[in-house]
T-cell receptor
Framework: DSGVTQTPKHLITATGQRVTLRCSPR?????VYWYQQSLDQGLQFLIQ???????AKGNILERFSAQQFPDLHSELNLSSLELGDSALYFC??????????????FGQGTRLTVV | DAKTTQPNSMESNEEEPVHLPCNHS???????IHWYRQLPSQGPEYVIH???SNVNNRMASLAIAEDRKSSTLILHRATLRDAAVYYC?????????????FGKGTKLTVNP
């Protein structure tokens, strides 16, 4: 158990809908990362938050957004869903200061299926 | 982000050592070398990281070339539970972002 909790584990929804994925980081971890893993694209970095603020952005679509709340949990919102958004979405957390090099801990992922 | 090159797949026999290579010829002085692995149906898992010197931990050893342009992850005695995709990642901590950029990794098959 990595200590990172993602809910729900599975989600099936229709095209055009909106969903919210939730991530609770390990206790004490200030950074949260979101990744998308599909069969043909591998693990793609989407976005990172550090202590409530956006820190880095990757290949995140405009239809997707994220935020990190004061209690440090994070949510990834996916809207106007398309079939191609079907994937595993992973959340990771780490302590991370400005120059600390620490390991990241990944959750078990949310499997999103868009039908 | 600096790139890494790994073989697509490797095979090993159970209880034998495994050497997983990684080339990173464009590595910069501030890049740390990280290894993660992803077991089937699970999230990635940290294995080890280093900067210049060789590193050991309970899971594996990391051997880093003197010029830092390549590194090797060593599993001393492979078990069936080590079958996974292994990712070699360069992690630059300058600028306040410590994101991990995953490549395609090496799929390790361990034969009984």
């Amino acid at each position: 158990d990595s200590g990172v909790t993602q809910t729900p584990k599975h989600l099936i929804t229709a095209t055009g809908q909106r969903v919210t994925l939730r991530c609770s980081p390990r206790s004490g971890d200030l950074s949260v990362y979101w990744y998308q893993q599909s069969l043909d694209q591998g693990l793609q970095f989407l976005i990172q938050y550090y202590n409530g603020e956006e820190r880095a952005k990757g290949n995140i679509l405009e239809r997707f957004s994220a935020q990190q709340f004061p209690d440090l949990h994070s949510e990834l919102n996916l809207s106007s869903l398309e079939l191609g958004d079907s994937a595993l979405y992973f959340c990771a957390s780490s302590v991370n200061g400005a120059s600390l090099v620490t390991e990241a801990f990944f959750g078990q992922g949310t499997r999103l299926t868009v039908v | 982000d600096a790139k890494t090159t790994q073989p697509n797949s490797m095979e090993s026999n159970e209880e034998e050592p495994v050497h997983l290579p990684c080339n990173h010829s464009t590595i910069s002085g501030t890049d740390y070398i990280h290894w993660y692995r992803q077991l089937p149906s699970q999230g990635p898992e940290y294995v080890i990281h280093g900067l210049t010197s060789n590193v050991n931990n309970r899971m594996a050893s990391l051997a880093i070339a003197e010029d830092r342009k390549s590194s090797t992850l060593i599993l001393h005695r492979a078990t069936l539970r080590d079958a996974a995709v292994y990712y070699c990642i360069l992690r630059d901590v300058r600028g306040g972002s410590e994101k991990l950029v995953f490549g395609k990794g090496t799929k390790l098959t361990v034969n009984p």
